[in-house]
């Protein structure tokens, strides 16, 4: 409980990043609003299911990187799904929401253009599945991708100075996320075609 407080402390600390996230949520919901997407009682249920979910299986950890960062359980898994499911909108709300509460868990905050490339625009980058709902292997390896760009560019202006003497910080950053991503893709990618998807829709 200790720790939960001194993060929202961390956070409050600095309000151009929270004012900037609230701006974000301002722009998701107009977003949703002109593509007609309904957010009914059952969407939104099902939203708070799969953070949830995502975030309880962030925490079984294959292995921690040093500078941050873990190959997991598929936590990820949820967050395409609801993409697949409902469309690129929602897995854009669903992966936004997430990246508030991995903010919440773990926040580490240089300044509001850094918060936003560490964790809502990553997670949100997710929801791109959702265009290519009718092939699960391209959705993911988009929705992956999606995210590891938006990694690589805050590792390349935000975090060049960890690159070892010698290495290019956009080398370092391209190598330290790929080792991140890559893993936690193809795990993804296994347990998305485990998962039946199918009935799941008739829920």
Same mark, same amino acid.
């Given at each position: 409980?200790?720790?939960f #407080?001194? /993060? ?5 600390k ?6 900037? *996230?609230?701006?974000?949520v301002? *722009? $998701?919901?107009?977003?949703?609003k002109? %593509?007609?997407? %309904? ?13 949830a +979910?995502?975030?309880?299986?962030s925490? $079984?950890?294959?292995?921690? !990187?040093?500078?941050?960062?873990s190959? /997991?359980?598929?936590s990820?898994v949820?967050?395409?799904?609801? &993409?697949?499911i409902?469309?690129?909108? #929602?897995?854009?709300l ?10 919440? +868990?773990?926040p ?7 918060v ?6 990553p997670?949100? @980058?997710l ?6 709902k009718? /092939?699960?292997? !391209? @959705?993911?390896?988009? @929705?992956? &991708?999606?995210r !590891?760009?938006?990694?690589f560019?805050?590792?390349?202006v !935000?975090?060049?100075?960890? &690159? ?9 950053? @391209?190598?330290?996320? &790929?080792l ?5 893709? *193809?795990?993804c990618?296994?347990?998305?075609? *485990? ?6 829709? %008739?829920?």
């Amino acid at each position: 409980m200790k720790t939960f #407080i001194t /993060n929202l402390t961390d956070i409050a600390k600095s309000p151009l990043s929270i004012l900037t *996230l609230i701006a974000v949520v301002i *722009l $998701i919901i107009v977003f949703i609003k002109i %593509k007609k997407v %309904k957010l009914t009682t059952k969407i939104l249920v099902q939203v708070a299911l799969a953070v949830a +979910l995502s975030t309880i299986l962030s925490f $079984i950890k294959f292995y921690h !990187f040093p500078q941050g960062g873990s190959i /997991n359980l598929a936590s990820m898994v949820p967050i395409l799904v609801m &993409a697949i499911i409902y469309g690129p909108e #929602i897995g854009f709300l669903t992966g936004f929401v997430y990246g508030i509460v991995d903010l919440i +868990l773990g926040p580490y905050i240089l300044n509001p253009i850094q918060v936003l490339f560490d964790y809502p625009l990553p997670y949100m @980058a997710l929801g791109l599945a959702g265009y290519f709902k009718n /092939n699960k292997t !391209f @959705a993911v390896i988009v @929705a992956m &991708a999606g995210r !590891f760009i938006f990694h690589f560019i805050s590792g390349v202006v !935000f975090f060049g100075s960890f &690159a070892p003497d010698g290495m290019s910080p956009i080398i370092y950053s @391209a190598v330290t996320n &790929a080792l991140l991503i890559v893993p936690n893709g *193809l795990i993804c990618l296994i347990v998305i075609y *485990l998962i039946p998807i199918d009935r799941l829709k %008739k829920i």
